[in-house]
């Protein structure tokens, strides 16, 4: 069940993802996120978001900043060799209430593509 919220995500920091975890799927192009969100992270480069384990490429997070402790809601390729511009299968990552989750794949997502609990 989703609950109605009137939570507002924002940009997260690579500090707030620390903690987040796989929670589903999402079908989409490369470019239909950069469309709804703009570029993501770069995990190969020097950084704050490099991966260090080189299992993610790239990846965007968000943070719900309506509670003390915040909603996290991250979208990242996984382990693939695909070139990123061709993948259409992404994880969903998230830390903290799943209804929140929920909505904001419902909200960003409702028409577009296909969230999938398993592939």
């Known amino acids: ?3 109605k919220s009137n939570s507002k995500f924002t940009k997260a920091k ?3 993802v620390w903690g987040s975890g796989f929670y589903r799927y999402i079908k989409a192009t490369y470019e239909q996120l950069v469309e709804k969100f703009g570029e993501p992270h770069d995990c190969t480069q020097e950084g704050d978001w490099r991966s ?3 299992k993610v490429r790239v990846e965007w997070a968000f943070k719900d900043g309506s509670a003390r402790k ?3 809601v991250t ?3 996984y382990k693939s ?3 990123i511009r061709e993948i259409t299968t992404w994880h969903i990552g998230s830390k903290g209430k799943r209804e929140l ?4 794949l419902k909200n960003h997502f409702a028409n577009e593509v296909i969230v999938d609990k398993g592939i």
């Open 1 to 3: 069940m989703i609950m």
């Open 14 to 16: 690579f500090k707030d």
């Open 52 to 54: 260090g384990d080189s």
């Open 70 to 72: 915040p909603t996290i």
């Open 75 to 77: 979208i990242y390729e």
């Open 81 to 83: 060799d695909q070139p």
């Open 101 to 104: 989750v929920d909505q904001f």
